[in-house]
């Protein structure tokens, strides 16, 4: 009974990993929409220098669990050659683990244009919020695991 409950817990966290995922893809696709505006009204050299994205991954049953990664990069575009279209570079800009949510947020807005600044802090601050409940779900199914593991060989241990 005690496992049953526990696995139920754990479910229930990956399943709101799932809606996690599907939020943050959301707020991708906002910061991309106002992208590909400004680069519609714009000239390549003036295009935005920095992008997001989500990677997700749904291992297998016995692994961890869902995982989301919320990553920037910065872009650079090279022009094609006469009658080639240009190409775009990447480079992913390192979260900063020990830097607080307020000066990673500066760090990008200084890394990007005066005029998606407000569109990158409205981004990042909803990435930030994403990120804490990741970080507390994960912390939670992990503890959960060692319970559910530890019960299971006392189970086998007595019979």
């Not at 599907?22 to 906002?30: E, P, T």
Request: proline share 3%.
């Amino acid at each position: 009974a005690e496992t049953e409950t526990i696995k139920q817990i754990i479910d229930t966290i990956n399943a709101r990993m799932g809606a996690i995922d599907l939020s943050a893809h959301k707020a991708v696709a906002l910061y991309w929409d106002r992208v590909k505006f400004e680069r519609s009204q714009r000239d390549v050299r003036e295009w935005p220098k920095i992008g997001c994205r989500v990677k997700s991954s749904t291992p297998r049953e016995t692994s961890a669990g869902p995982s989301i990664s919320i990553q920037w990069y910065k872009n650079r575009f090279v022009p094609g050659k006469a009658g080639e279209k240009g190409r775009v570079f990447s480079t992913h800009i390192k979260e900063g683990t020990t830097l607080s949510a307020e000066k990673r947020a500066e760090r990008l807005v200084a890394m990007s244009q005066d005029y998606m600044a407000d569109t990158v802090l409205q981004t990042e601050a909803t990435f930030e919020a994403i990120r804490q409940e990741i970080k507390a779900l994960t912390s939670a199914r992990k503890i959960l695991k060692i319970a559910l593991n530890t019960i299971e060989r006392k189970i086998e241990q007595a019979l």
